[in-house]
């Protein structure tokens, strides 16, 4: 039998999947859902483990009263206790025409599915949505929680094909439609939008997800190889750009390009956010287990 | 002022084509396509301001500027820009090329000849010429000579430019000029500019109808040349070669003097000369024989012209003077018969015995045919004059003689009285007589009383009385005169006294009448020419320093030798103020020569580099596309 047959999903390797299972998010503040689920909430919750004090008030449990102060200090303390609710984790992958270039399309289903895998095994609620239409509804793999909805998040990932022209800040509009929770939302996308993206991130932040933005470029954008007299054709709206001298203008290009990354890192961190911009020519091994690792975004 | 002056004015509507130019370039111009996942950047990177800036609009539509650029600078060039001098340009410009001598000297450092720095100073006015400038090229030494006529073809003018070289002669101003000055009956010539060393005659004859511009290249180095070479019978069988040498500086310069005689090595001595110190020399060479004798001086330094560094002279062996005298001639007879170095022929025979002779005294018009250098008739009338002349019977004296005519020096006629009276015929005069080629030599109180014709380079003087019948013979001019005729012969035979032939035309040579023969010059050139019939060789251009042989067939009959032997040209005097007619025109240093500057070829050289960059640039670029 084939390495290829006994694969779990074709989007990784087993060994990396067992790697993936065993990571889980780090969301910086901690929205969750009331349901329950393994995420600790900020707020006192009913585990096993204490996470702090506070003043009684009229109406609080009495069973929650910790005695042992009470008997020192003669006054009522409240013993509170770490929540364990459900996180919701929303991924957004861009299937645009512009993300077929090099593989960024792959490297982001790959990005996406690891961060979905390690959200159902951590109890999290996961939904998948692609950006790639800019009519009806879009396509998604509805909010779900629990192993067994792993291989519906794969399948919806491995069937996700590129094509479109829908922007970014349009597509998550149309996603916040249908989502309802709070939680993360992982927008994996290249963000080469001509609209402006605070809106849609403002919208993200209040509808209580944390923005974060995983860029992923191909080399060709990264550090583009061209000079001369050129006609640039933009793959998703077929419009042409006329550039004398290409090579003259290089350093302006990098320039922009490290401007638009300041600028999505910037509008994401005031969001309370993560901003990460890739390589597509990187292993999502080489992602997950480098970058996404040392900048804290997952956990081992 | 330098002013931007255009000669083709007209080409300025060739501007029109930028028009199309652009037009063309922007429905021409077809850039790579290149797909890309988004213009987001490209497209912030149009937009940016730096890339916005005039100058990287430009760089934008390089080509196209470049385009244009080439397309102005070629225009421009079409257009014949020149940017006028200062000096007012004349449309006809005659340029005088000094050729002579001094011209061939050259720079110790350089090498450069000096007639080589003008070349290269002509050389660029012409390339410089503007449309409706011409000019006319002109060489003069001895005389003038046009080499072109008002063009504006350079490479007409190039080419005979080319052809210039200096001469082995003096520099002569006039003849040139009055060519020069013959033009301006034809072409408004304003101004005339003469190129030159410097070394001139401080005079020239000549009234200038023009503005005259004298423009002078620096001198030479040092030179040292002989600058004269005489030979004198000294005895018998001696003659005496006096030679004299001259430098250019005020150092003393050594020389090795040699004297060559039939091609041996005879002679030879150190000498030191200077420009104020001449050297005097004075070598004897005995008359037993022929000799072709050269004095070569063989510098010790620098030498900036050879050309004076040799000179020829012929010498002919010693032989006395052969003369016949009329026997009836008896006083005559009587004063040649104490003369040294004559023979008189013996005998009362009414006419000569031999064919040739040096000296003849005559009584008798018949004779005028006898073969002699010099011939005296006495108590004849010339017969070609005898319906102009009559001698009448009656008393005549002298008026007034010539007394430098060769014949008449130191003779002293005042009081001789005749007893015959050679008078004009009526209604005529002294010139019907010098019509038919006679010189009065002296005058009586009703006509001619002796007179001289030359033919050739033979003499005949003319006693119109017969001294026998006047008081000359008792005078003491009277031997004198005949002193005088045996010297005059001798100098025709070449005798007494021989002076070294200049460049320029060589002497008359007497040979066979009516014969033809040919001239081989110094550089191997020949020259055909014919005897006239008195048997002399007139005309033969020299222009070169060496020894000419006169061939008949293949025999040589006879060798003549020249040489420079001009002090002017040896020393290499420049002159500073040149006197023409009664204006002073002062000679400036030639820096360059002052004509309008096109910069055509500036603007045509631009255009090619601005091509080639383009077509760099266009290359790079195509080849860079991935």
């Known amino acids: 039998m084939t390495e290829t047959a006994t694969r779990f999903t074709s989007l990784f390797d087993n060994s990396t999947l067992s790697q993936i299972e065993r990571m889980r998010l780090r969301p910086l503040r901690r929205l969750t859902n009331r349901a329950r689920g393994e995420h600790l909430s900020g707020k006192g919750g009913s585990s096993t483990d204490f996470a702090d004090f506070r003043d009684y008030a009229v109406g609080d449990d009495l069973r929650y009263v910790d005695w042992n102060i009470f008997a020192r200090l003669r006054r009522p303390y409240i013993k509170q206790f770490q929540h364990e609710e459900e996180m919701h984790v929303v991924l957004m992958v861009d299937a645009s025409t512009s993300m077929m270039f090099d593989n960024k399309l792959l490297l982001a289903k790959q990005a996406a599915a690891a961060m979905g895998i390690m959200g159902l095994h951590n109890v999290e609620r996961v939904s998948a949505y692609a950006m790639h239409s800019q009519d009806g509804k879009p396509w998604m793999l509805p909010p779900g929680t629990g192993r067994t909805r792993i291989r519906q998040l794969l399948q919806f990932l491995e069937q996700l094909e590129g094509g479109g022209n829908i922007p970014v800040e349009r597509a998550i509009e149309t996603m916040l439609r249908f989502h309802r929770g709070r939680g993360v939302a992982i927008l994996i996308s290249d963000f080469l939008s001509f609209g402006d993206l605070a809106r849609p991130f403002n919208l993200l932040f209040s509808s209580g997800l944390e923005v974060w933005g995983l860029q992923i470029l191909s080399d060709a954008e990264i550090n583009p190889n061209v000079q001369g007299d050129l006609r640039f054709i933009d793959s998703e709206t077929q419009e042409t750009l006329d550039i004398t001298n290409a090579s003259e203008l290089l350093s302006v290009y990098h320039d922009q390009r490290l401007w638009l990354q300041q600028n999505l890192d910037s509008m994401c961190r005031s969001r309370q956010g993560r901003f990460l911009s890739v390589s597509s020519s990187m292993s999502i091994q080489t992602v997950l287990f480098e970058h996404l690792c040392r900048q804290g975004w997952v956990q081992r | ?626």
């Not at chain 2, 070629?74 to 940017?83: E, G, N």
């Not at chain 2, 004897?284 to 004076?308: H, I, N, Q, W, Y």
């Open chain 2, 1 to 626: 002022m330098n002013l931007l002056k255009f000669v083709n004015l007209y080409g300025a509507w060739f501007f029109l084509a930028l028009i199309p130019l652009i037009i063309l370039y922007f429905l021409k111009l077809r850039r790579p396509k290149m797909e890309v996942p988004s213009l987001v950047l490209w497209q912030s990177v149009v937009n940016d301001q730096r890339v916005n800036s005039p100058f990287q609009k430009f760089r934008r539509n390089l080509l196209l500027l470049l385009q244009i650029i080439l397309l102005c600078l070629v225009i421009l060039a079409l257009m014949q820009p020149f940017l006028k001098s200062e000096a007012a340009v004349s449309e006809y410009v005659p340029i005088l090329i000094d050729c002579s001598a001094s011209m061939s000297s050259v720079d110790e450092a350089t090498g450069k000849s000096r007639l080589d720095l003008i070349r290269d100073q002509v050389r660029e006015q012409i390339e410089n010429l503007t449309g409706n400038q011409q000019i006319s090229l002109f060489s003069f030494a001895a005389t003038g000579r046009r080499l072109t006529e008002f063009t504006n073809d350079r490479r007409a003018l190039l080419k005979a430019l080319e052809k210039v070289q200096p001469t082995d002669l003096p520099a002569q101003l006039d003849d040139v000029l009055r060519m020069a000055a013959a033009y301006t009956r034809s072409f408004p010539i304003q101004k005339v500019t003469v190129l030159t060393d410097g070394n001139l005659p401080e005079r020239a004859s000549f009234e200038l109808p023009f503005e005259l511009e004298i423009k002078r290249v620096d001198a030479g180095g040092p030179n040292v040349g002989i600058t004269e070479m005489t030979a004198r019978r000294s005895g018998p069988t001696e003659w005496e070669i006096f030679l004299r040498a001259l430098g250019s500086t005020d150092d003393l310069r050594g020389a090795e003097l040699e004297i060559w005689e039939n091609g041996e090595k005879t002679h030879s001595e150190t000498i030191e000369v200077s420009l104020e110190e001449a050297e005097r020399m004075v070598i004897p060479v005995a008359a037993d024989k022929a000799r072709f004798v050269e004095a070569r001086l063989v510098p010790a330094g620098f030498d900036s012209m050879k050309t004076d560094n040799s000179v020829w002279l012929s010498l002919p062996a010693a032989r006395p003077l052969s003369v016949w005298i009329a026997p009836k001639l008896g006083t005559w007879k009587r004063a040649a018969s104490v003369l040294e170095n004559v023979t008189l022929e013996e005998g009362d025979a009414e006419k000569p015995k031999g064919s040739d002779y040096d000296l003849i005294v005559a009584d008798n018009a018949e004779l005028e045919s006898v073969n002699a250098a010099v011939k005296v008739f006495v108590g004849v009338v010339p017969p070609d004059l005898a319906g102009v002349i009559e001698v009448r019977d009656d008393i005549a004296s002298v008026v007034d003689w010539n007394r430098t005519a060769p014949l008449l020096r130191h003779v002293q006629m005042a009081d001789v009285q005749m007893g015959v009276q050679p008078a004009y015929l009526t209604g005529f005069g002294v010139k019907d007589i010098e019509d038919r080629g006679y010189e009065v030599l002296a005058d009586g109180n009703a006509g001619p009383l002796l007179l001289q014709k030359r033919e050739g380079l033979q003499v005949s003087w003319w006693f119109l009385f017969h001294t026998d019948k006047s008081t000359l013979p008792f005078r003491v001019g009277f031997p004198i005169i005949m002193a005088n005729a045996v010297d005059a012969s001798l100098r025709q035979a070449s005798l007494s006294e021989i002076a070294a032939a200049p460049t320029g035309v060589l002497p008359g040579v007497a040979l066979q009448a009516d014969r033809d023969y040919v001239v081989k010059t110094p550089d191997g050139e020949q020259i055909a020419t014919r005897s006239n019939a008195a048997g002399t060789l007139l005309g033969i251009p020299a222009a070169k320093v060496g020894k000419y042989e006169i061939m008949e067939g293949t025999a040589v009959v006879s060798a003549i030798g020249t040489g420079l032997l001009n002090g002017n040209e040896t020393t290499l005097k420049v002159v500073e103020d040149l006197k023409v007619a009664e204006a002073d025109v002062k000679s400036e240093e030639l820096d360059e020569l002052e004509s309008d500057q096109p910069i055509w070829w500036p603007l045509a050289a631009a255009a090619f580099a601005v091509m080639l960059f383009e077509w760099w640039y266009f290359q790079r670029a195509r080849g860079s596309v991935v």
